[in-house]
């Protein structure tokens, strides 16, 4: 990575404060393109509704993750941002995937600073 990149990832996951957010964040990297309703979510990451509809908001203010605009269906899309560092990487040596340990590493240097 150059020193750009990092910085940009750096300013990126500054904004995540809670464990829900780095979850969804995994949940989304696995599952790039989800299309589902926000209760059908919060079961498959294991927090309540309020928490990740703040965390949701939290990405998608990050400019991690992008959801369809359209609020009168009860399920969304939710898309993966391609210019995401934690989204899928073409052209690229480095793996693919997002070890829960790394986010692990991250969450704790971001509660540490």
Known sequence: MTPKQIADLLDRIAC????CDLDLLLFFH???WAFLISERLAAYVGYDLPQVTRSLETLITAGLLQ?????TQPARLYVLTRGSPFGPR?????PCHISRRFCVFIW????VS
């Open 108 to 111: 704790i240097s971001c509660s």
């Open 90 to 94: 073409r052209k690229s040596n480095m």
């Open 67 to 71: 959801r369809s605009r359209d609020a």
């Open 16 to 19: 995540l404060k809670h464990a």
């Open 30 to 32: 696995r599952h790039p």
